[in-house]
């Protein structure tokens, strides 16, 4: 006859298991202990964890000693945006959004689209329900979401003022422009 608190070691370890394998993702696990993967690295290694000090969480932008930057799962300690050189300019914001949205559910509504180079909001961003909507690098919505669920049949475009040869109305802005046009928008208004 077992223990009570063998008993007790399978129920726990059965009730980790399916926690474990909804979905594939450990969804309901805490963030990896960051402090105890920075005392178990190796004194040579070529990266120990940057963690925050307050919640012992892996932060989202890791470097290298080398000065190489990159991004990582706080949960699962992995890479989600390769390493790139020391000078160059990332972020890790939408990357870090991207896994928060996709842990609190097994079909979230909005994932961000981010560039792999540097980790910035693309221009163009879509929901499941086929909404799109533009966004600056920072992922703040600029002007109207268009799409399936949206009834706009036309959108006012802002590229007839960057270059008056295209057409002034379009079934959907060109979001890169779109992004340009508001920043030097508020260069104008900062200076």
Not at 113 to 126: F, N, V
Not at 154 to 162: D, N, Q
Request: glycine content about 4%; aromatic content about 4%; overall charge positive.
């Amino acid at each position: 006859m077992a223990s009570s608190s063998a008993v007790a070691v399978v129920v726990a370890v059965a009730v980790l298991a399916v926690v474990q394998t909804v979905d594939g993702r450990n969804r309901l696990n805490p963030a990896i202990n960051c402090s105890r993967m920075v005392q178990q690295a190796p004194h040579d290694t070529p990266w120990v964890p940057q963690c925050n000090d307050t919640t012992n969480e892996m932060l989202p932008l890791q470097t290298k000693k080398d000065g190489t930057k990159f991004c990582v799962d706080k949960y699962v300690a992995s890479v989600v945006l390769d390493p790139i050189a020391p000078d160059a300019s990332i972020t890790c914001d939408c990357v870090a959004a991207a896994v928060e949205l996709r842990r609190s559910s097994s079909k979230p509504l909005f994932v961000p689209d981010c560039d792999p180079a540097t980790g910035l909001y693309l221009s163009k961003q879509c929901n499941r329900r086929k909404e799109c909507w533009c966004s600056d690098p920072t992922g703040r919505q600029i002007g109207l979401k268009w799409g399936a669920t949206v009834k706009l049949s036309m959108i006012p475009s802002v590229a007839a003022e960057l270059e008056p040869h295209r057409a002034a109305i379009q079934s959907h802005p060109n979001c890169d422009a779109l992004v340009k046009y508001f920043a030097r928008a508020m260069e104008r208004a900062s200076a």
